[in-house]
């Protein structure tokens, strides 16, 4: 009887111990959350502007990653228009006529579209696909495109 005691008194202790620790593991992580919040809007809207509104985009297109870097050749790559209605067709100008491949993914990566093309210019039908945001990729041996496109309704 007195051992069972003992033992629960120090299983009280133990989890007045951890109560403790918890509580005070979470008012540091909170603090340190509100550190890190608090340096980001500032160095936010210092950095986007100067605005002071908190809110900062930026959008990276019309990038091209060179794979081979002992290839010397500059890849332009145009799609267009972006947005772009379901009803139009999507236009791929690309100044270097080599064979590549599209693809066309969702947010999530489900890649829904690709084909493999072989000349400068090219037109895609976009009627199949649904309103919203996808991933255009478009490569070779020699680049990796990537741009955000995105479908309207008509």
Same mark, same amino acid.
């Given at each position: 009887?007195?051992?069972?005691?003992?033992?629960?008194?120090?299983?009280?202790?133990?989890?007045?111990?951890?109560?403790?620790?918890?509580?005070?593991?979470?008012?540091?992580?909170?603090?340190?959350?509100?550190?890190?919040?608090?340096?980001?809007?500032?160095?936010?809207?210092?950095?986007?502007?100067?605005?002071?509104?908190?809110?900062?985009?930026?959008?990276?297109?019309? +990038? #091209?990653?060179?794979? /081979?870097?002992?290839? *010397?050749? $500059? !890849?332009?790559?145009?799609?267009?228009?972006?947005?772009?209605?379901?009803?139009?067709?999507?236009?791929?100008?690309?100044?270097?006529?080599?064979?590549?491949?599209?693809?066309?993914?969702?947010?999530?990566?489900?890649?829904?579209?690709?084909?493999?093309?072989?000349?400068?210019?090219?037109?895609?039908?976009?009627?199949?696909?649904?309103?919203?945001?996808? +991933? #255009?990729?478009?490569? /070779?041996?020699?680049? *990796?495109? $990537? !741009?955000?496109?995105?479908?309207?309704?008509?």
């Amino acid at each position: 009887m007195q051992q069972t005691l003992e033992k629960t008194v120090r299983l009280k202790r133990v989890i007045m111990i951890v109560h403790k620790l918890h509580k005070y593991l979470m008012q540091l992580l909170i603090t340190a959350l509100l550190i890190c919040f608090s340096m980001s809007t500032s160095a936010q809207s210092a950095y986007h502007g100067g605005k002071g509104d908190g809110y900062a985009s930026a959008e990276i297109s019309n +990038i #091209v990653l060179n794979i /081979n870097s002992v290839s *010397n050749k $500059f !890849q332009s790559i145009n799609l267009y228009p972006n947005p772009i209605k379901t009803s139009e067709n999507l236009k791929i100008n690309i100044s270097n006529p080599m064979p590549y491949y599209l693809e066309i993914s969702d947010l999530p990566g489900r890649m829904l579209f690709f084909k493999n093309y072989a000349t400068e210019n090219a037109s895609l039908p976009l009627s199949g696909f649904q309103a919203g945001t996808y +991933i #255009v990729r478009i490569y /070779n041996a020699e680049f *990796n495109y $990537f !741009q955000k496109l995105i479908i309207v309704n008509p």
